[in-house]
């Protein structure tokens, strides 16, 4: 159980990894968890200790056992974005309520840029595989990660299901995450930014009731703007009030349904993914002229060591 939200990650299953990912903590206090078919004494896979706010357990405690917790993620964390850049990939966290409209974007977005890029997706959800059904629908490979009765993704989890996927370079990865706007806020996945998705039937006060969310997000996408002539929502509002949480986001009004707004989203996928490819490229123009580097140093080892057994020195 995370002790950071109180969700159970114990029942977490990865396409393509075994059955289930069981958890459970050993006598001496080690907490990891493993598929079915994985060694059983393998202590690889650390989903956090104990549940939240457990009778008995101090505050420090809880404090110390949530520190641990995010340290964990973000070290795996930081493993995904290294992958991500040395890849050239461009990944992203899409996050919201249920309902939101996420999946139909997904679509949305695979159909306009089918051709353009390489796109993979990863789908979190407490249960079934239908979202990941209908992004192979599009012809994109997808992954479901089903989390139980965990409210969230985390770092750990994205690393094993990009085990799976072994997305394209220079390409594009949507993660999907459970539909929460409270526990993805806090676990870094490895991503470029987090992509909160507000739609118009929610209410416009949502970035004043979930601020981490909004503060955390990069983006934000006010989904399903063709119901608005039916609603009392107020979209200067809902802009403003995520501003209030994060000075900096940036909103475009879309409606995955009827495709208005989607230029606007597509051209800022656009550009953010030249920038990644960019990056990828400069990543390997460094690492190739280390390689050289090494080389040349060897070479004059060799060539030092040949004199010497001459007798040339």
């Known amino acids: 159980m995370c002790a950071l939200c109180g969700c ?13 990912m069981h958890f459970h903590v050993h006598a001496d206090g080690m907490a990891h968890s493993h598929s079915d078919d994985a060694n059983h004494h393998g202590h690889d896979l650390h989903y956090g200790l104990g549940p939240a706010h457990a009778p008995g357990m101090s505050q420090a405690r809880m ?3 949530e520190q641990d917790i995010l340290a964990k993620n973000d070290a795996y964390a930081a493993t995904n974005r ?7 990939i461009f990944a992203l966290n899409l996050v919201s309520s249920p309902g939101s409209g996420k999946t139909s974007l997904l679509v949305r977005t695979i159909d306009a840029l089918q051709g353009r890029y390489p796109i993979c997706v990863i789908e979190g959800d407490q249960q079934t595989s239908r979202d990941a059904d209908r992004i192979r629908a599009t012809g994109a490979p997808a992954i479901q990660i089903n989390t139980g009765r965990g409210c969230h993704l985390d770092a750990l989890m994205v690393g094993h299901a990009l085990e799976q996927l072994r997305p394209e370079e220079n390409s594009l990865m949507l993660i999907e995450n459970v539909g929460n706007l409270v526990c993805p806020a806090s676990f870094d996945l490895g991503e470029a930014h987090k992509v909160a998705v507000l739609s118009v039937t929610e209410g416009e006060d949502k970035p004043l009731k979930y601020p981490d969310m909004f503060a ?3 983006l934000m996408l006010l989904n399903k703007s063709d119901l608005l002539a039916h609603l009392d929502f107020d979209v200067a509002f809902a802009i403003d009030a995520a501003r209030q949480a994060n000075p900096g986001i940036r909103t475009i ?3 995955a349904r009827t495709g208005e707004g ?7 996928l ?6 990644a490819a960019l990056r990828g490229a400069e990543i390997a123009e460094s690492r190739i002229a280390a390689f050289g580097a090494e080389i040349r140093a060897l070479e004059a080892l060799l060539a030092a060591g040949n004199r010497l057994a001459l007798g040339q020195v």
């Open 8 to 20: 159970d990650n114990r029942e977490a299953k990865i396409e393509g990894a075994g059955k289930y």
């Open 63 to 65: 404090v110390r056992v």
């Open 82 to 88: 290294n992958y991500f850049r040395e890849h050239g």
């Open 216 to 218: 955390a997000a990069d």
């Open 253 to 255: 009004v879309l409606s």
């Open 262 to 268: 989607m230029d606007e989203w597509l051209d800022w």
């Open 270 to 275: 656009d550009a953010q993914l030249g920038i």
